[in-house]
């Protein structure tokens, strides 16, 4: 019998599939934070977990700092640098985190997730008001479909008796997509100004000081070990790692617009762990509602010429 031997070459992949799989994988590691922020908060309260999700990424900011030899870059930050990330960190991890885990203390996991996730449209209203870029009038019509998503998945969960909702839990959810566009405008501005490993690694240590100063006036009393791993899993598959992936796997690409398209499929899947994991029945208008809003944020990114 006759083995072909085939050189380990024909198997290596070119930058655009590297690309592709690293950003499979941050996609694949948001999608399961849904499920790991409801699991956590059975342990922990959503300030313990806030807690020990930004500590573990600052430690690995911390790390990746040091395997990419960039410390010399900290060293050239100015006090005006300092002071700036100082206020960015109060808006994320700190402020960000905050609403969005008493979102999903708050609400069924199937909603909190999409709410969430129709930062973008609030953020062209942001651009509009702040940067004095206008929206384009067939915006709109992306922005109504994803609107009328958002209404349609909380009017649905309220109106199901297996779901339980609560119009403060929506607000939360609401706030988190606001500061979430508020964090995205400020960094987009501060990008070209500094590392972004950097800018991430001195945000979350300012983040991570307030938080332990938080503890002072907080009860912060973890000793389930569940909690624990859960908050350091989120720290690591929600603020660290996937955000590292994704953007290694832009520097490669040369079709950006196919990464950034994977990037919607992290909604979808994140409802498929939620239903197996969780075990919550995924209603019908959330499906509806979610493709609406996904449908509007494509709409507005590759229907509108810009």
């Given at each position: 019998m006759n083995f072909k031997v085939y050189s380990v070459e024909k198997f290596d992949l070119n930058d655009n599939e590297k690309a592709i799989f690293l950003s499979l994988l941050a996609v694949l590691s948001w999608s399961t934070i849904s499920t790991a922020l409801k699991i956590a908060l059975e342990y922990i309260t959503h300030f313990e977990?806030?807690?020990?999700?930004?500590?573990?990424?600052?430690?690995?900011?911390?790390?990746?700092?040091?395997?990419?030899?960039?410390?010399?870059?900290?060293?050239?930050?100015?006090v005006r640098h300092w002071v700036v990330l100082a206020a960015v960190g109060l808006v994320n991890p700190v402020a960000y985190y905050w609403t969005?885990?008493?979102?999903?203390?708050?609400l069924p996991a199937q909603v909190a997730q999409p709410i969430n996730y129709a930062w973008p449209i609030v953020l062209l209203i942001f651009l509009a008001v702040f940067a004095h870029e206008p929206i384009q009038k067939r915006k709109y019509i992306g922005m109504f479909l994803?609107?009328?998503?958002?209404?349609?998945?909380?009017?649905?969960?309220k109106n199901n008796s297996n779901l339980s909702i609560?119009?403060?839990?929506?607000?939360?959810?609401?706030m988190s997509a606001v500061l979430w566009a508020s964090y995205w405008m400020i960094n987009n501005m501060l990008k070209e100004k500094m590392d972004v490993c950097v800018a991430l690694f001195v945000t979350f240590l300012f983040g991570t000081l307030?938080?332990?100063?938080?503890?002072l006036f907080l009860d912060f009393s973890v000793s389930d070990m569940k909690g624990i791993i859960a908050g350091v899993y989120i720290g690591g598959f929600e603020?660290?790692?996937p955000f590292i992936?994704?953007?290694?796997?832009?520097?490669?690409?040369?079709?950006?617009?196919?990464?950034?398209?994977?990037?919607?499929?992290?909604?979808?899947?994140?409802?498929?762990?939620?239903?197996?994991v969780l075990g919550e029945h995924i209603i019908v208008t959330t499906y509806i509602g979610l493709v609406l809003i996904?449908?509007?944020?494509?709409?507005?990114?590759?229907?509108?010429r810009k």
């Open positions: 977990m806030m807690l020990i999700s930004c500590l573990t990424a600052l430690i690995f900011f911390t790390l990746l700092l040091t395997v990419t030899h960039r410390w010399y870059l900290v060293g050239k930050l100015t969005l885990f008493k979102a999903y203390e708050l994803s609107l009328i998503g958002v209404v349609l998945i909380s009017l649905g969960a609560s119009a403060s839990g929506v607000i939360f959810g609401i307030y938080l332990s100063l938080g503890t603020m660290g790692i992936l994704f953007g290694v796997a832009l520097k490669k690409t040369t079709n950006h617009t196919l990464v950034n398209q994977l990037c919607y499929l992290s909604p979808f899947l994140s409802l498929f762990f939620i239903s197996l996904v449908s509007g944020l494509l709409f507005n990114q590759y229907c509108v």
